[in-house]
């Protein structure tokens, strides 16, 4: 065997996959997960752990993988992480564990996500139970939102004892995961689903429907139901619009309500009655994992897509994975270029979109350089949907109805390390806290915070 190569990854054909929504990645056989477990050093001082959020024992489920102990490795996993199955598909691993796996100094870096990935589904294929938990303390915590930063605070808590219910705003759990993420990347039923259930079994309660700040308050859940802590993992799911004309024709959407539309409301499935509008050309504006996953729906709902990014690939921001397989699969690319306008016809609908050419200048302070407009470069561009994918950021509602609790300049709830807001018993983390980011992030948020209210909990009311 060779030691610096990776044991590839079957995934489903590019000319295949672009007219469905089945999962892309067909994930390693038993044997070949075994075959890259090996290739794993089990390194004493193991560089990859240090660069994992949540602090997963790589060595060590990664050697049971190898040993064929595959129910060994889903409980080391679930040691740390209460959504495997879920990182192990979503997480940019290739910067994060993978980027200082020592292997890679020489040849290809262990696949730590795909391994995960293997440990959690065959855990999952066999019905095999990961969760204990202590018995229950009597304290209650209230967790505003189910996306992976509650769903892991719940978690932990629940493994601690303590009564936790779970206030999610849609009739649906699981945040990003559920409504944002395309079925293609996570699939629903099969993975998210019974992730969810997992917390269930540890006694989590969720209500959903709720709008925390509409149906009850924070205060309300404090003063009148009894809860000692509360934590808010809300999110940050407001879309940002460029503030160019036309963006209010029928037909631009923003990639949340487009996504949503398509993964919550299953606008992709002839048997339920919300289809989306999608046209026969799609301008998405944007270049990160939100414009990606935008693009490959729209190219399975039948459009011919382009992603409009106002800087080079070398620039892009989303996983390189997923631009890959995004131009596998037929997604064309349109590179310095910037949307000024979006022009209707006497209908109201969009017909096209003003563009103009970039070049790049000077790093900015995210230090990429900057795109500059070329002028007299202008051009229109014949589409008939289109779609912002330029960032969110978090909902107002939660801090315009908590006494207390503050926000900085970019609408974010204002925590320390460990979740603590301005407000007494009211912990937060997440994209709530630092604005968009990634899965892996919001789950080490919970995961602290949790430590950080069980700690407030038992100095506040055990002393
Ligand atoms: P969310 O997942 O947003 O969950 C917040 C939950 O709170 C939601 O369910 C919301 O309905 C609920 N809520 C909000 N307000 C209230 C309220 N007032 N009352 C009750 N409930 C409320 N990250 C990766 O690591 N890899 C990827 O490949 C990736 N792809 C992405 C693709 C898309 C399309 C999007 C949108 C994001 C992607 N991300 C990815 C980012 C990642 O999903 C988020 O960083 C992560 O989900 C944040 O978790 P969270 O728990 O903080 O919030
Ligand atoms: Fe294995 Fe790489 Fe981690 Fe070493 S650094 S333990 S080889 S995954």
Redesign the pocket.
Known sequence: MDRFTRVPISNQDPKVRATNFDEVCLGYTEEEAVKEAKRCLQCKKPSCRPNCPVNINIPEFIGHIAEGEFEEAAHALAKYTALPAVCGR???QETQCESTCVLGKKGEPIAIGKLERFAADWAREHNIDVGKTKEKNGYKVAI???????VTCAGDLAKEGYDVTI????HES????I???PEF?LPKEKVVKPEIENLKKLGVKIENN????RTVTIDDLIEKEGFHAVFV?????LPMFMGIPGENLNGVFS??EF?TRNNLMKAFREDYDTPIKVGKKVAVIGGG??AM?AARTALRLGAEVWIVYRRTEEELPA?VE?VHHAMEEGVKFEFLTSPIEVIGNEDGWVKAIKCQRMELGEPDASGRRRPMPIEGSEFEFDVDTVIMALG?SP?P??PATTDGLDINKRKCIVADEVGQTSREGVFA????VTG???????MGA?KKAAQGIDKYIKEKYEK
């Open positions: 979503v997480c940019p505003i939102g189910s996306g992976p930063a509650g206030f999610e705003a849609l699981g945040g990003v995961l409504y944002g993420i990347r709720v709008i925390v700040g993992g809300s999110g940050a799911g990639a949340n996504l994992n939100v996953d996983r997923e969110t909902n509602l939660i983390g997440g994209d709530a968009s980011a990634t899965v892996i992030l919001a919970g």
